[in-house]
């Protein structure tokens, strides 16, 4: 999502003193509850009994990993050195990279330019930039929505969106794609921006708001854009230019609850919410700043997908009545603090299904966050989840919510058709994303753009580059097969998604890396076991 309509709205809601001990003093192990809070037994179809999706924002896959495994050494005492046997990435070419159909050629940033400006990236720009699948307008669709700086504006410029990382920068992502597993043809399951590949992430669906219709918002009944949860303290419901809204439908909450499966949402920022004396909820705000010097709050509502669901939400952001109770079903209603996932584990508790997201200011989202940040937050997550006791049995899913508009020049096959004559332009034309059969949901236009997919697990297979299409609702499927959820239904993404299996091998010989520890702010390799 922009930053610019999440600062806007934060920036009106109303300050507060954070109360000492609030938490503590409503998360307690002695809790009369606890007795309640002991694991179900479950079987899964594979191995994994414990799954950590991490789920960050605005990077397309050329962005990070246009050139892997290959880097630019010697700028600023930069080394990256590839294996030699990595499989063949579907990267730019040098025809690509010196001759591109775009106006603009690709071009490398290096890790002295960590800011970035926030691009267009909204559900009918995107479609525009590809250009029927001549990839050839990204320039002329991608200005700038908001400086790192305002005062800065006029470093921004179109041209930015052809910009690219690589293993001198995005060291420690490239160093797990070495040693674990990694997809190069994995895609947002809609064009579009942050809302949509959150939804799409637990449902399958962008389908089924309420209200059915907010200008550039929601059409048709089907989210275009960002709106906030209704069901939530935090959303700015006074200002009716962005919206706020429910959705009807099943997400993968319900399927799990159904199966007495513990799992959670854990947002940094999310605790707690106070009440005043007038019963009145205020929502508290945490706020870092950036390595490049942009302060923001912690947690932002539209990147809460859960919140948008009646049975899944917790408007107050109540914490667990207990630790032992984090992942079942009680007051906090599966939404929780990100601090509540690290209580869970270190009591022994983890959920079997966890939903990470990161502070602002980590999660790689062009202005409040950047590369070296995002590297921070995902290392230290990572080398954390390795001690756990649990590893053996966990893997880690490491993606994007969408592709922030960063230019990408594979075209995503396009297996959900579209024809609303207001917003779909993906063959240049108006109301043309293919041809939608009678019945289906408008708006729906995808895939979108790729993104990357990375599996850190004991039973990911070492440095494989998986070519199978996949979709942010393959998550959602491997999720529902590894448990036996069953299905979504109503046209849910999960129906057709492409399978994550092939980034595993459950054979009981493989031999596989089983830890991996990076330095956070090198990203380089610490040690490697075995």
């Known amino acids: 999502m922009s930053l610019v309509n999440k600062m806007r709205h934060m920036s009106l809601l109303i300050p507060f003193i954070l109360l000492s001990g609030f938490l503590t003093s409503m998360i307690s192990v002695a809790s009369t509850a ?32 246009a050139t892997y495994p290959h880097a630019t050494n010697g700028v ?4 990256f050195a590839g294996d030699p046997h990595t499989p063949s990435v579907n990267g730019l070419s040098a025809a690509l990279l010196f001759d591109n159909p775009n106006s603009a050629n690709p071009f490398r940033l290096d890790p002295s330019q960590q800011r970035s400006c926030d691009i267009t990236h909204s559900y009918t720009g995107e479609q525009k930039e590809y250009n029927g699948g001549l990839m050839n307008k990204f320039v002329q669709f991608s200005s700038p929505l908001f ?23 995005v060291t420690g992502l490239w160093n797990y794609a ?21 939804l799409n992430l637990i449902s399958g669906q962008t389908h089924g708001a ?11 009944g089907t989210v275009i854009g960002n709106p906030d949860p209704v069901r939530d303290d935090c959303s700015p419901s006074f200002l009716p230019s962005s919206g706020v809204i429910s959705m009807v439908g099943k997400n993968v909450g319900d399927l799990l609850n159904s ?28 706020n870092h700043t950036s390595f490049g010097g942009w302060n923001s709050h912690d947690y932002y509502p539209d990147d809460e997908p859960f919140q948008y669901y009646n049975s899944t939400a917790n408007p107050h952001h109540l914490p667990p009545i207990s630790i032992p109770m984090i992942g079942h079903t009680d007051q906090a209603n599966h939404q929780y603090d990100l601090s509540a996932f ?14 990470i997201k990161a502070p602002t200011y980590q999660d790689g989202h062009p202005i409040g966050s950047d590369p070296i940040d995002e590297q921070n937050f995902l290392v230290n997550t990572v080398n954390r989840l390795q001690n756990l006791p649990e590893w053996n049995s966990t893997a880690i899913i490491v993606t994007h919510d969408d592709s922030g508009g960063w230019y990408d020049h594979v075209l995503p096959p396009i297996v959900s058709q579209s024809n609303d004559p207001a917003n779909d332009r993906l063959l240049g034309n108006v109301g043309l994303c293919g041809h939608a059969p009678a019945g289906s949901y408008q708006d729906r236009c995808g895939y979108g753009p790729r993104l990357p997919l990375l599996v850190i697990s004991p ?16 998550i959602l499927r491997f999720i529902e097969d590894n448990w036996s959820l069953g299905r979504i239904g109503d046209q849910s993404f999960d129906s057709k998604a492409g399978s994550l299996e092939n980034m595993f091998d459950f054979h009981p010989t493989a031999s596989h890396v089983n830890k991996l520890f990076l330095d956070p702010s090198t990203g380089l390799r610490i040690r490697r076991i075995p």
């Open 34 to 65: 606890a007795g309640s809070s002991s694991i179900p037994t479950t079987t899964t179809s594979t191995p994994i009994k414990h799954l950590v999706i991490i789920f960050q924002e605005n990077v397309s896959f050329d962005h990070y990993f």
């Open 76 to 79: 600023n005492g930069s080394k």
């Open 147 to 169: 400086s790192y700086n305002p005062r800065d504006s006029g470093k921004c410029n179109r041209n930015q969106v052809m910009g690219y990382y690589d293993g001198n920068t």
């Open 178 to 198: 070495q040693h674990f597993a990694m997809s190069d043809n994995f895609y947002e399951s809609t064009f579009g921006p942050s809302v949509l590949g959150h």
């Open 210 to 220: 309420i209200p059915s219709n907010i200008q550039d918002v929601v059409v048709n």
């Open 259 to 286: 199966k007495n499966i513990t799992w959670g949402w854990f947002s940094a920022g999310f605790k707690p919410s106070i009440r005043t004396a007038e019963g009145k909820w205020i929502c508290a705000f945490t």
């Open 342 to 355: 690290w209580n869970a584990a270190t009591f022994g508790n983890s959920p079997a299904v966890s939903f």
């Open 459 to 474: 039973y990911a297979k070492t440095n494989l580059i998986d070519h199978s299409i996949s979709d942010q609702s393959s």
